[in-house]
């Protein structure tokens, strides 16, 4: 709704950094042209493939950047804070006429906010009056495309509302935990509960903002004033909950406020001892809305210091590759990260590279890894219950039992670590992102190599391995948390493939009687190569922020016995590549780093 126009909003351009120093002259060109509007939380500034026909800049609130995907879901690209121009990017496309010029993403209001528009006339007047501000726009912009597959510290989210579930959970307490934590990372921190934030105006969590790193905003669920106050004004929504509860559904509605209606939402579930779930985290899921379950047990500090890294954009998310037999190098680096000190509070991957990145997200040690992987796929061969090929070159029972008696009836929300895996939908063609169910179902749709282990059909959806779209989920891992990015990747280079037991090979029962059944056959390969050809090896490689290359080029797919030196490559492969990297980890610079062994 437009409050003002006109000349009368020449004090409130003057009040835009990004127009500072701007001539009187330019600003009352511009004021010509400006509106001054407010913007209920929630709404709509802009939508995508909407005509660029104004700039804007907001006064005070914030904005949140949005890009839709083909499925019509959005991903949430960062904040916009006060001060800072919108749709600026626009104004630079299309041709002389202006036709072609729209918005490539969806911009919303994430609280009440205060807005200034200025037509593309009045912001032409202002660049021939200043042309300075024409640099200065150009520089957001190159920044912008620069952070475009990063996000930028001040686009990240800052005021957190914890809202707590029971009035038993002592939710100050916890909060000053989280605070005392920050502070010692050199962050500045406040908490804000009903006696200090209840009615107060946008201008003072503006200044808030302004004064610290990161913002909590304490309140019990509830039908009052300051929880609705909260919840409308946080960039993110943490709901505390107690692990031996059962959560109301909905415990958030969806008009609550822009952070429930965008899925900015996360779950922290509170153990003491080892009291028994009520209720599942997909439970907790599904009543919040929320996107990440997380754990908090009074006796484990580590839990308290990851939630901090979380807050602060300064967690490790770990992405490891599919490869068969390949993936063992991944022991190796979680080997060397551990000696390192180096936290992983993310993990995901891709067949056998998921199925590793389960065993870091149960909470195993590196003893526990290597008996579960050794007994799981190294004793004796996983893929030895062979048939008769109608759907697939082996039954996948074997495989079935291996999984179901390393993980049993642990669900991903149950791990130690948020934890994804990815495989792929033969039914619609695309990736399938495994966030919820079952460990061993979702592990079990990754590692299903079309033609070796039949497929998983989940809901009607056929699911094969994920290494056939898309084997280094990099990008997964960047939608998951806001920090930095390691990623092993042992995905097979493009050097030749082996002909030699493809030339005059023997029959299937000739070649059991050489090779017995504790062997792969050669089919295996040639199935695994096909599914996987038109992979780029390097793909996504460019969006971890270190990459670890393991060097085992010898080393093949099926290679299941080579499990010392694979393991033994991802360790050095690994340490050589953190010597390179302590900058990346030690001042969060964000730099991409890359090392081949």
């Known amino acids: 709704m437009f409050h003002s126009m006109g000349l009368e909003l020449l004090p409130s351009l003057k009040t835009i950094p990004f127009l500072k120093d701007a001539p009187a002259r330019a600003l009352r060109a ?67 006429d202006h036709s072609s010029e ?35 726009l150009i520089r957001v912009i190159l920044l912008r495309l620069r952070q475009s597959g990063r996000r ?32 010692g990372m050199g962050l500045r921190v406040t908490v804000i509960d009903q006696d200090e934030g209840e009615d107060k105006t946008a201008a003072y969590f503006d200044t808030l903002e302004h004064k610290n790193d990161i913002v909590i905003l304490t309140a019990e669920l509830g039908d009052h004033g300051w929880y609705k106050q909260a919840v409308r004004q946080a960039d993110r929504i943490w709901i505390i909950g107690r692990a031996d509860a ?44 929320g996107e990440r379950v997380f754990h ?23 992405v490891l590759s599919g490869g068969g037999a390949r993936a063992f190098a991944h022991i190796g680096v979680i080997k060397a ?7 992983i509070d993310f993990a995901g991957g891709t067949s056998m590279g998921a199925v590793v990145a389960a065993c870091l997200a149960m909470g195993w040690d590196d003893a526990e890894i290597e008996y579960r992987i050794r007994k799981g796929f190294v004793e004796t061969n996983p893929l030895g219950d062979f048939t008769l090929p109608v759907i697939g070159l082996v039954r996948g029972k074997r495989v079935d ?19 994804f895996c990815v495989s792929t939908n033969l039914t619609d063609g695309d990736s399938h992102i495994h966030r919820r169910g079952y460990v061993r179902h979702a592990l079990r749709s990754s590692i299903a190599l079309p033609g070796i282990l039949p497929p998983v059909i989940n809901d009607g959806d056929v699911l094969v391995d994920g290494g056939v779209l898309n084997n280094f989920p990099v990008d997964v891992m960047q939608g998951l948390h806001r920090g930095v990015i390691i990623g092993s990747d042992v995905t097979r280079q493009r050097d030749g493939f082996p002909a030699d037991e493809f030339v005059e090979p023997p029959g299937f029962v000739r070649w059991v009687i050489q090779n017995g059944f504790r062997r792969t056959p050669p089919i295996a390969s040639l199935l695994m190569r096909a599914a996987t050809v038109g992979v780029n090896p390097k793909a996504n490689r460019q969006h971890a922020h270190i ?42 610079t964000m730099k991409r780093v890359t090392v081949s062994s």
């Not at 001040?154 to 502070?183: C, G, H, W, Y």
């Not at 990260?337 to 936290?343: F, S, T, V």
């Open 337 to 343: 990260l551990r000696e390192r000190n180096i936290p």
């Open 102 to 136: 729209v918005h490539s993403n969806s911009v919303y209001a994430m609280r009440d906010s205060e807005i200034m528009s200025i037509s593309r006339a009045g912001f032409d007047r202002l660049i021939k009056a200043e042309p300075e501000i024409l640099e200065r």
């Open 30 to 96: 511009a004021g010509k042209e400006a509106n001054w509007f407010s913007l209920k939380a929630g709404s709509a500034l802009l939508e995508a493939g909407e005509s660029a026909d104004a700039i804007y800049f907001v006064l005070s609130g914030t904005l949140g950047a949005f890009r839709p995907r083909e499925n019509g879901s959005m991903d949430f690209l960062g904040h916009v804070r006060a001060g800072e121009p919108v749709g600026e990017m626009a104004l630079f496309s299309g041709g002389r």
């Open 401 to 419: 039992l291996r999984l179901k008696t390393h993980f049993g009836d642990a669900t991903i929300g149950d791990l130690d670590i948020p934890f």
């Open 152 to 183: 930028s510290a001040r686009a990240e989210p800052k005021v957190f509302a914890m809202i707590a579930t029971s009035p038993t959970i002592d939710l100050q307490a916890r909060a000053l935990t989280l605070k005392t934590t920050l502070n």
């Open 246 to 289: 059962v959560p109301s559904d909905p415990i958030l509605a969806r008009n609550n406020s822009p952070a429930r209606q965008f899925k900015l939402v996360d779950v922290i579930l509170l153990h003491r001892d080892r009291e028994r779930l009520a209720a599942t985290p997909g439970q907790w899921l599904s009543a919040t809305g």
């Open 296 to 318: 908090w047990a009074d006796q484990k500090e580590d839990d308290c210091k990851r939630l901090a890294r979380v807050m602060s954009g300064r967690s490790v998310g770990l």
């Open 547 to 588: 990459c670890v290359i393991p060097d085992i080029a010898n080393l093949e797919l099926r290679d299941w016995e080579a499990y010392e030196a694979s393991v033994e490559a991802g360790y050095h492969s690994a340490i050589k590549t953190l010597d390179a990297s302590d900058r990346v980890l030690s001042e969060n």
